[in-house]
């Protein structure tokens, strides 16, 4: 006999003496159920008394499932993984254990769906924690009030509309106004801000999937997101499962200490793919045919998103769910349920996409009930007098339409107004610092572009943007100093136009 076989049998012979040494001869009572039903991503199974809900089960075939529902006579469960041999009869016995999937840093860059299985053809991530997907949401007295800003890089949101971190921020509109766009741009934003970022795909198609991924390789996004992805054609119950495997993920991080952004898109898809779920297992329906408790599977969800005091770590989770709205009808069952969930919401309204106003931000309809608090109080004071403003101006359009003879007054109103509206538009995927957001308002509040034309205002903003980059101001100088250097900057380098916009 070789040494190396010497070795691997004394190490089994050593093992073995271990068992034997911590084996308690004990009644062992082990439960074995069958299949009764299969189709449609459920299983109808019989023979398991003591499952419980959100229980893990195993099939013989190498299939498994989820504990979704009980009757007295038989367990219903959805499909996590199903092999072409699942069929009637098909033996099945419970793990024993709660759902969970590997967590950390080894994520980071990483495309893997609901169960951590690697989508982007790696190999599998080696992560030393697991984290459970259904879980209870942080207590109260672990909670701290949101006081720091969350910047999206986007004009209109970060003056108007702000976002704190901890906060949970909705992004409704209708298809292609530009949801996803938003918070896209939000996500790229964080690039070097020390935010992990998770970014859940809920039943979309392969080829949004891919424009993700490239566009977020494009910015280098991936060197700090994770892609969570329950594409179209994947199991409803992983359709399912994906926000709260993303919400696992960023949850790692928050009670590390870490500040971290998770986007469900989108929770309208996730809510239909409940109701399938739930119709099949024939739970009774409510209103539009979704189960009653779909209310509560959301907030669960959404309330996991908060800012930690500083005994827990003083770590934070951002959440900015997409709900779909149909020919801008936010009223809807589901669209008024987050609404009235989430902290606030962004609406993005038609009119003023087909208007070109970009992004189609509705400053009436969209609210951050919290995130003016973490807003900088220099931001803060000249946000106030920019939305005043703005708002009287859109009131004081409406008159114009009827060719109504104006007061001087009202007149510089509307046009100051439509200077505004020129301000707040904004490219997609062109991100703005903070400090160039309080260049311009400080700029347009003290009145230092009323001479220009809307025509003028996209050149102006490119060589203030420019101006403020090699400037080197913060927001710590003082609204005096900034309002000293704009107009130095305005009178210097910004005067020159050339004919055609003037």
């Not at 209870?136 to 949101?157: A, M």
């Not at 779909?324 to 919401?345: F, K, M, R, V, W």
């Not at 509206?421 to 308002?441: G, N, T, V, Y």
Request: a negative charge; hydrophobic letters at 40%; glycine letters at 8%.
């Amino acid at each position: 006999m070789t040494a190396d076989k010497t070795d691997s049998a004394d190490s089994l012979l050593q093992q073995q003496k271990a068992w034997l040494t911590h084996y308690r001869p004990a009644l062992r009572v082990s439960e074995q159920g069958y299949v009764v039903s299969v189709g449609d991503g459920i299983s109808w199974i019989s023979g398991l008394p003591t499952a419980a809900i959100d229980d893990v089960l195993l099939f013989e075939d190498g299939s498994r499932g989820l504990v979704f529902d009980l009757t007295d006579s038989s367990v219903g469960a959805v499909l996590l993984h199903a092999t072409d041999q699942l069929t009637a009869g098909t033996g099945v016995t419970l793990s024993g254990r709660q759902l969970s999937l590997p967590v950390g840093d080894a994520l980071l860059g990483r495309v893997i769906d609901p169960l951590g299985t690697p989508l982007d053809g790696e190999a599998a991530p080696k992560c030393d924690a697991y984290q459970r997907l259904l879980q209870d949401s942080p207590g109260i007295v672990e909670r701290d009030f949101v006081h720091q800003p969350l910047y999206s890089g986007c004009k209109v949101v970060d003056t108007l509309i702000p976002i704190g971190r901890g906060q949970r921020q909705l992004i409704v509109g209708d298809e292609g106004l530009g949801r996803s766009s938003l918070a896209l741009d939000t996500l790229i934003n964080q690039r070097g801000q020390q935010v992990p970022c998770v970014y859940v795909l809920i039943g979309q198609k392969r080829s949004t999937v891919i424009d993700t991924i490239e566009l977020l390789r494009r910015y280098d996004a991936m060197d700090y997101t994770t892609l969570v992805v329950a594409e179209a054609s994947a199991l409803p119950g992983l359709q399912h499962l994906a926000p709260f495997a993303g919400c696992a993920i960023a949850e790692y991080w928050m009670h590390r200490g870490l500040h971290t952004l998770v986007v469900y898109d989108d929770l309208s898809t996730h809510a239909k793919t409940y109701r399938e779920l739930s119709l099949l297992l024939r739970r009774p329906p409510g209103r539009e045919a979704y189960p009653g408790d779909i209310f509560s599977i959301h907030a669960g969800l959404l309330e996991r998103a908060t800012c930690l005091n500083a005994t827990q770590g003083g770590g934070s989770m951002t959440a900015l769910p997409i709900v779909e709205t149909q020919q801008g009808e936010i009223a809807a069952y589901i669209p008024t349920n987050l609404i009235s969930i989430t902290d606030g919401q962004t609406y993005l309204d038609a009119e003023l996409f087909s208007g070109g106003f970009r992004p189609a931000i509705d400053i009436g309809k969209s609210v951050s009930r919290i995130g003016g608090k973490a807003q900088h109080p220099v931001i803060k004071q000249e946000a106030g007098r920019l939305k005043l403003d703005y708002l009287q101006f859109l009131e004081l359009e409406v008159f114009t339409r009827f060719g109504a003879r104006l007061e001087a007054a009202m007149e510089r109103s509307i046009k100051r107004g439509r200077l505004l509206r020129e301000l707040f538009k904004q490219d997609r995927l062109s991100p703005c610092s903070i400090e160039f957001q309080l260049a311009w308002m400080v700029a347009y509040n003290d009145g230092l572009i009323d001479n220009r034309t809307p025509a003028q205002i996209p050149r102006l903003l490119s060589e203030l943007q420019t101006a403020v980059a090699s400037s080197g101001l913060t927001l710590e100088e003082g609204r005096e100093r900034w309002a000293e250097k704009l107009t130095d900057w305005l009178a210097d380098t910004l005067t020159t136009q050339p004919e055609e916009s003037r």
